[in-house]
Nanobody, 123 residues
Framework: VQLQASGGGLVQAGGSLRLSCAAS????????WAWFHQAPGKDREYVAR????????DYADSVKGRFTVPRDRANNTVYLEMNSLRPEDTGVYFC?????????????????WGQGTLVTVSS
């Protein structure tokens, strides 16, 4: 499966963005999907995931209540909807796919990665 991430940009604190991760080659239903965030000068950190069933999601404490991770099977795309953005949300966001039904919050278990999309939140 190939992943194409998009949707990043510049937004003011308190604003919203929707990132997209378009998959090609396989159905998104075959994978658990996750988003990771890499702030400048820091390691990649887990943000959220939607499990292969499509019914269960999981979020890092820092984004609970602000971010959601829906998927659209018709468009074979997974999204990261980000609300109430904060300056500390700035960084590159990566989507990733794993063939298990549960996935993980650990980046090294994911088999496939998108190229990343930059989000900048100004204060």
């Amino acid at each position: 499966v190939q992943l194409q991430a998009s949707g990043g940009g510049l937004v003011q604190a308190g604003g919203s963005l929707r990132l997209s991760c378009a998959a090609s080659g396989r159905s998104i239903s075959d994978y658990t999907w996750a988003w990771f965030h890499q702030a400048p000068g820091k390691d990649r950190e887990y943000v959220a995931r939607i499990k292969r069933s499509g019914f269960r999601t999981d979020y890092a404490d820092s984004v609970k209540g602000r971010f959601t991770v829906p998927r659209d099977r018709a468009n074979n795309t997974v999204y990261l909807e980000m609300n109430s953005l904060r300056p500390e949300d700035t960084g590159v966001y990566f989507c990733a796919a794993h063939r298990s039904g549960l996935g993980s919050d650990k980046a090294d278990v994911y088999d496939y990665w998108g190229q990343g999309t930059l989000v900048t939140v100004s204060s």
